[in-house]
């Protein structure tokens, strides 16, 4: 018995339109898991552990150790933020900026297996760690440990201090890539640490300044809550300025040269320039503003000390 070609494909119209209907549903997909796992921010902060590894070597990190923090990094921190959306699903829900997360929405019909998942990766995370170096492993499970315990069930809810003492989470980071490294008490690991605990409410108070009717809405006692917009801006610029003296601190390190010292001021004068700019003018727009170049800043300076340190 003879089949004709084509007998059993399908219609043209059905071929033709199940290619962009995956392609559609793939990247739905990930854009959830992005949102998800926070790994913009995720990203953020394995570069920033990234810096901690190399001032802690000298630059000279293997391979395969900075193979291991970047894995064991990105499973720690990602695992946090899932566990942090899980626990503030509700919260989320009632902010304009926040209501559309997964957990949010409601994409999960089961939540918990979100948060099994989520703490998986974080035990997974110091497991694979522990064999090769016991000081990341304790960094990287402090730092999942205040991320989720310190700030967001303890102090978030309670104490306009919250992304303050929050902020070391980000400082964990840093220290677990000086583990990595060889040694996160390194003076160089140090002062980078201390610049991100410095950094992170310079970053998220201005953020919270755009959106603090969504905090308010919520019941998040986050600074701009509390005080009014020009104090707040005067403790974003405070902030600033610490940052800005441990960046500039840093250049006193020999092997991070001119490569380093040229992009950190000049990002520097810029960041202090758009936080003046925040103090004058404590609107909306110019809080968006400052939020989006302290993430650049950052950058900068995280590629300022890796092209020191490498080259």
């Known amino acids: 018995m003879e089949v004709e070609p084509g007998a059993y494909n399908l219609p043209s119209t059905a071929a033709n339109s199940l290619a962009p209907a995956m392609v559609s549903s793939l990247k739905t997909t990930a854009d959830k898991l992005i949102v998800l796992f926070k790994l913009r921010v995720v990203v953020l902060l394995v570069l920033a552990s990234v810096g901690g590894a190399l001032l802690a070597s000298g630059g000279t990190v293997s391979a395969g150790h900075l193979l291991l923090l970047v894995v064991t990094g990105t499973l720690s921190s990602a695992g946090a933020s899932a566990i942090n959306q899980y626990l503030e699903r509700d919260s989320d829900g009632q902010m304009q900026r926040t209501r559309r997360r997964p957990l949010a929405v409601g994409d999960f019909a089961r939540p918990q297996t979100v948060l099994e998942v989520s703490i998986g990766l974080v035990i997974l995370a110091v497991m694979l ?140 004068v810029w960041l202090g320039w758009h936080s003046i700019r925040l103090l004058r003018q404590p609107e909306r727009p110019r809080a968006v503003k400052l939020f989006k170049v302290s993430n650049i800043y950052l950058g900068i300076v995280l590629l300022g000390i890796y092209l020191g340190m490498l080259f």
């Open 129 to 268: 760690a522990w064999p090769f170096s016991r000081e990341l492993a304790v960094f990287l499970g402090l730092g999942a440990i205040i991320y989720v315990g310190v700030y967001t069930v303890w102090l978030k809810p309670r104490t306009v201090l919250n992304i303050v003492i929050g902020g070391a989470a980000g400082s964990c980071a840093v220290l677990s890539g000086g583990a990595a490294g060889g040694n996160w008490a390194d003076p160089g690991v140090i002062a980078l640490a201390l610049l991100v605990f410095a950094w992170t409410p310079t970053h998220f108070w201005s953020l919270a300044l755009a959106y603090r009717d969504d905090y308010e809405r919520a019941d998040v006692p986050m600074l701009p809550v509390i005080a009014n917009a020009h104090a707040s801006a005067w403790w974003i610029v405070l902030h600033t300025g610490l940052t800005a003296f441990i960046a500039l601190m840093l250049s006193v390190r020999p092997a991070l040269g001119w490569v380093y010292v040229v992009p950190t001021v000049m990002a520097t």
